[in-house]
């Protein structure tokens, strides 16, 4: 089972390969409590006609995010299926900032404005999003916690998978109680 992820994820669950090449599911971005299938929908179609999101600046350039409200954002977040484009205490703090440029585009795409770096065609990258604020440190304790209140599992480690790695391969695990 693999983490969401805004360049992978579609809306539901979907089967592709692992990083071994092996098939794995991956989970959608609207199975990520807080969702809803409609706020996803935008996102993921936007994907579909182009390119995968490239950085978090294109994220907030091409996503409509006008069907996802703050706290669905911050779960997308937190879930890690924006790990891609950045890391997520960063992310995190930067919630406001990324739903006010997506907006602003929105508005430019919809009026049929342009600014003045569209001129230059998509060659020049404008910082939309300075990750000024650099790396705010999440433990991965956090993140854990995060995974399996918000996707029901703990995806990316789990007691099981940190005890399989840790004790010598004679010993029996017994599953009684360990989430």
């Not at 994220?59 to 996503?63: D, H, K, Y």
């Given at each position: 089972v693999i983490l969401p992820d805004v360049i992978h994820s579609e809306a539901e669950f979907s089967i592709e390969a692992d990083p071994?090449?092996?098939?794995a599911i991956r989970f959608g971005l609207a199975t990520v409590k807080n969702v809803g299938s409609m706020a996803v929908k935008a996102l993921v179609d936007e994907r579909k006609k182009g390119d995968p999101y490239a950085s978090l600046e294109d994220?907030?350039?091409?996503?409509d995010l006008r069907?996802?409200?703050?706290?669905?954002?911050e779960s997308i977040i937190k879930a890690g299926a924006l790990d891609s484009l950045g890391p997520r205490g960063a992310l995190l703090t930067s919630v406001e900032r990324i739903l006010s440029r997506t907006q602003q585009e929105a508005k430019l795409r919809q009026s049929g404005q342009t600014t003045m770096f569209d001129l230059f065609g998509e060659t020049v990258s404008t910082p939309m999003v300075p990750m000024i604020l650099?790396?705010?440190e999440v433990l991965h304790q956090e993140k854990l916690s995060w995974e399996k209140e918000l996707l029901g599992r703990r995806i990316s480690e789990n007691s099981l998978s940190t005890l399989a790695y840790t004790v010598p391969h004679n010993t029996i695990i017994f599953r009684d109680g360990i989430d």
């Open positions: 071994d090449g092996k098939p994220f907030c350039r091409r996503a069907g996802v409200n703050r706290r669905a954002l650099g790396d705010v």
